[in-house]
Structure formats: structure tokens, C-alpha cells
């Protein structure tokens, strides 16, 4: 167990003089070069940038427009709606899930042998065709 840290721990300290001197320990460009260490730490003046364009097709037109005040008008308006309750709005999803129409998550037929069969209600509602 001893060896194996020992291994790990040179390892490391191999690549990163590796990684500070800019080539192997054993090359030419090695320790004693000076100039293989300063290119590596010089980094880049700016980040890459891609060339956009575009074009007008015209003078802009607004979609909707509103004079100040009716602008005016319809923040206060905004601001003096009174947010739903959780009470309310629980009511609202309970009447909405009483509307909808609900089917069965499983269904239990008997066949003609008397055998129980059980199917999804899904695949039972996409089946049929009235």
C-alpha cells in the first residue's frame, strides 16, 4: 500500500513539472530553457469573437401602442388586483377536475370463460370508437 502512494505522490510531482517547464524533464527544452517557460505562461489578449451582420427591412412598427396614461392606467390596475388565495384557487382546481371527465386508472372485465381479466383504462378508452 506504501509503494503504491509512493508511485501516486512521484507520479504527481512528474506532471506537474511536466506541466510548469512546458516539455519532459529529459528533452532539451527541459529545465534550462527559459524561453519555453515564459511562452507557456503568456495567455490570450481577448476572447474569440465571431463576425455578426444584419440589416433593416425598414422603419420599426410597434405592434400594440398605448399612451402614458392609458400605460399608467393599466399598472394600477395590475397593482390593485388582489392575488387568489390558496383556498380560492383549490376550489378552482377542484371545480375544474369535477368538469373534466375522469376514467378509471384500471378496469376489471370477466371474459366468457369466467376468467377476470384486468386492463388499463387508457387502453380500453383508446379502443373503442362510438
Do not use: C, H, W
Amino acid at each position: 500500500m506504501k509503494k503504491i502512494i509512493l508511485l501516486a505522490g512521484i507520479a504527481l510531482l512528474a506532471g506537474t513539472a511536466q506541466a510548469q517547464f512546458g516539455g519532459s524533464l529529459n528533452s532539451a527544452s527541459g529545465m534550462n530553457d527559459s524561453r519555453s517557460t515564459i511562452a507557456n505562461n503568456v495567455a490570450p489578449a481577448s476572447a474569440p469573437q465571431a463576425n455578426v451582420s444584419g440589416t433593416n427591412p425598414g422603419e420599426f412598427v410597434p405592434s400594440t401602442f398605448e399612451s402614458y396614461q392609458q400605460a399608467v392606467a393599466t399598472g394600477q390596475e395590475e397593482l390593485d388586483a388582489r392575488p387568489l388565495r390558496v383556498a380560492e384557487v383549490a376550489r378552482m382546481l377542484q371545480a375544474r377536475r369535477k368538469l373534466e371527465i375522469q376514467t378509471p386508472a384500471l378496469i376489471a372485465e370477466q371474459d366468457d370463460d369466467g376468467n377476470v381479466i384486468i386492463s388499463s383504462g387508457k387502453q380500453r378508452g383508446a379502443g373503442k370508437s362510438n
